[in-house]
């Protein structure tokens, strides 16, 4: 039975994933999970009617959202998780299409996030993300994704770069465009774009544009210990709170998950977690059910967020890279993050709440701490509450080859933090 459920699981999140090749699908695959669970859409630019027992959620930009349900009785404080919809990957610049050489249509890119720039050559990639254009009642925006192989990076053979096994140091400028078509080939990626938009290419007035790993999820090992696909960073905990909220009804607080935007280059937009977005949310659910603003701020004393976010995995080639003693591992369970500095927002007080969380939910817990002389990256944890102040832990599941264009994580721990979320959103 566990095997069937964790297969069943893995399945569910395989098709999220896939499915979600930009920070827009991903939310709109969100938003159709939380439309099938009977949440009500509401809109930012309209008054909400909210009620007791009411599960809502709304959506800032199309590429981030918030969810919540109210319990039947006035609320205590919000348990609260956090986790982010975007991944690195390339953008196509505003004037994208380049003609090399008179019989090669390129794609001009640049980096979103922290890549490893390596792992996107030879690989089959796609176009996905928005389209903005006039329709009948004002400014449109669609989803649109090419699905087809429609794009490679090549790699220089290593007869024309003999040290290439050596190390090469990659241009994002010159060495990653991408090769979409022959010289008769130009203009008809965009054009295929605009037809499912429903429009002419020049009626396009806007285009956020992403290339996207066609590689799908899948289970690896001899022993499907794990699974690999393309970004498991951030993916797998935007589903799994969004699932874990679906499953359980709050009793004595306002259950929320957020899924924000533009995490991997710093948070700083109007749908990151350093905007304003949750804090917006908070304060209009208050409102909603009568709440005065003194009552808000010790609702907020009461409350707690978990900021999901994934882990670096001891790795098997390089044990050197990772702590003497903090070293998580995959399929051991959820990854407490901790930073002298603060780069995680874990203290021992948030630590002993997530600890207990995973005591009750019958789940295992491990640490994990940057080598001292490593800087290490951070997450939204800090960053939110900038703009919301609450008790905080960052979490994550542990990976190998973070922000590679496929990546490698522990096959059960999903089902780890979905049961260990549902315990929280039980309280």
């Given at each position: 039975?566990?095997?069937?459920?964790?297969?069943?699981?893995?399945q569910?999140?395989f098709?999220?994933?896939?499915?979600?090749?930009?920070?827009?699908?991903?939310?709109?695959?969100?938003?159709?999970?939380?439309?099938?669970?009977?949440?009500?859409?509401?809109?930012?630019?309209?008054?909400?009617?909210?009620?007791?027992g009411g599960?809502?959620?709304v959506?800032?930009?199309?590429?981030?959202?918030?969810a919540?349900?109210?319990?039947?009785?006035?609320?205590?404080g919000?348990?609260?998780?956090a986790?982010?919809?975007?991944?690195?990957?390339?953008?196509l610049?505003?004037a994208?299409?380049?003609?090399?050489?008179?019989?090669?249509v390129?794609?001009?890119v640049?980096?979103?996030g922290?890549m490893?720039l390596?792992?996107w050559?030879?690989?089959?990639?796609?176009?996905?993300?928005?389209?903005?254009?006039?329709g009948k009642?004002?400014?449109?925006?669609?989803?649109?994704?090419?699905?087809?192989?429609?794009?490679?990076?090549?790699?220089?053979?290593?007869?024309?770069?003999?040290?290439?096994?050596?190390?090469?140091?990659?241009n994002?400028?010159t060495?990653?465009?991408?090769?979409?078509?022959?010289?008769?080939?130009?203009?008809?990626?965009?054009?295929?774009?605009?037809?499912?938009?429903?429009?002419?290419?020049?009626?396009?007035?806007?285009?956020?544009?992403?290339?996207?790993?066609?590689?799908?999820c899948?289970i690896i090992?001899?022993?499907?210990?794990f699974i690999?696909?393309?970004?498991?960073d951030?993916l797998?905990?935007?589903?799994?709170?969004?699932?874990?909220?679906i499953?359980?009804?709050?009793?004595?607080?306002?259950?929320?998950?957020?899924?924000?935007?533009?995490?991997?280059?710093?948070s700083?937009?109007?749908?990151?977690?350093?905007?304003?977005f949750l804090?917006?949310?908070?304060?209009?659910?208050?409102?909603?059910?009568?709440?005065d603003?003194?009552?808000?701020?010790?609702?907020?004393?009461?409350s707690?967020?978990?900021s999901?976010?994934?882990?670096?995995?001891?790795?098997p080639?390089h044990?050197?890279?990772?702590?003497?003693?903090?070293?998580?591992?995959?399929?051991?369970?959820?990854?407490?993050?901790?930073?002298?500095?603060?780069?995680?927002?874990?203290?021992a007080?948030s630590?002993?709440?997530?600890?207990?969380?995973?005591?009750?939910?019958?789940?295992l817990?491990q640490?994990?701490?940057?080598r001292?002389?490593?800087?290490?990256?951070s997450t939204?944890?800090n960053?939110?509450t900038?703009?919301?102040?609450?008790s905080?832990?960052?979490?994550?599941?542990?990976?190998?080859?973070?922000h590679s264009?496929?990546?490698?994580?522990g096959?059960?721990?999903?089902g780890?933090?979905i049961?260990?979320?549902?315990?929280?959103?039980h309280?």
């Open positions: 039975m566990k095997k069937r459920k964790l297969q069943n699981e893995l569910a999140l098709q999220f994933i896939d499915n979600s090749p930009t920070a827009y699908h991903a939310t709109a695959n969100l938003e159709k999970m939380l439309d099938d669970a009977g949440y009500v859409r509401l809109e930012e630019k309209e008054k909400w009617g909210i009620w007791p599960k809502y959620y959506n800032r930009n199309g590429s981030a959202v918030i919540f349900a109210i319990p039947e009785k006035k609320p205590r919000f348990h609260m998780t986790a982010h919809s975007d991944s690195p990957c390339f953008k610049k505003e994208a299409e380049v003609v090399a050489n008179d019989c090669y390129k794609l001009n640049e980096k979103y922290g490893i390596s792992t050559l030879d690989r089959p990639l796609s176009i996905a993300g928005r389209l903005v254009f006039r009642q004002g400014l449109e925006s669609r989803l649109v994704n090419l699905e087809k192989d429609a794009a490679i990076i090549p790699n220089v053979a290593i007869h024309m770069n003999r040290d290439m096994n050596k190390g090469v140091e990659y994002p400028q060495d990653m465009e991408a090769v979409i078509g022959g010289a008769d080939a130009s203009g008809a990626w965009l054009r295929e774009l605009a037809k499912q938009a429903g429009v002419a290419d020049c009626e396009i007035l806007g285009a956020d544009l992403f290339l996207y790993n066609r590689d799908k899948r090992g001899i022993d499907d210990a690999a696909g393309p970004r498991l951030d797998e905990c935007a589903f799994a709170g969004m699932t874990a909220l499953k359980e009804m709050p009793e004595e607080y306002v259950n929320v998950c957020a899924v924000f935007d533009n995490e991997e280059v710093g700083g937009t109007k749908q990151g977690a350093d905007s304003t804090k917006d949310v908070l304060e209009r659910i208050c409102g909603g059910l009568g709440i603003a003194e009552e808000y701020r010790c609702m907020l004393a009461e707690f967020l978990i999901a976010d994934n882990a670096h995995a001891l790795h080639n044990p050197e890279k990772a702590d003497a003693a903090n070293r998580p591992l995959m399929n051991n369970g959820i990854v407490i993050k901790y930073h002298g500095s603060q780069r995680y927002a874990t203290d007080l630590a002993a709440v997530m600890k207990d969380i995973c005591m009750q939910a019958g789940v817990y640490a994990y701490a940057n001292s002389d490593i800087a290490g990256g939204l944890g960053i939110s900038a703009q919301v102040s609450v905080t832990v960052d979490i994550g599941l542990a990976q190998l080859a973070m264009a496929f990546e490698t994580a096959a059960a721990d999903v780890y933090l049961q260990a979320l549902c315990a929280f959103y309280a």
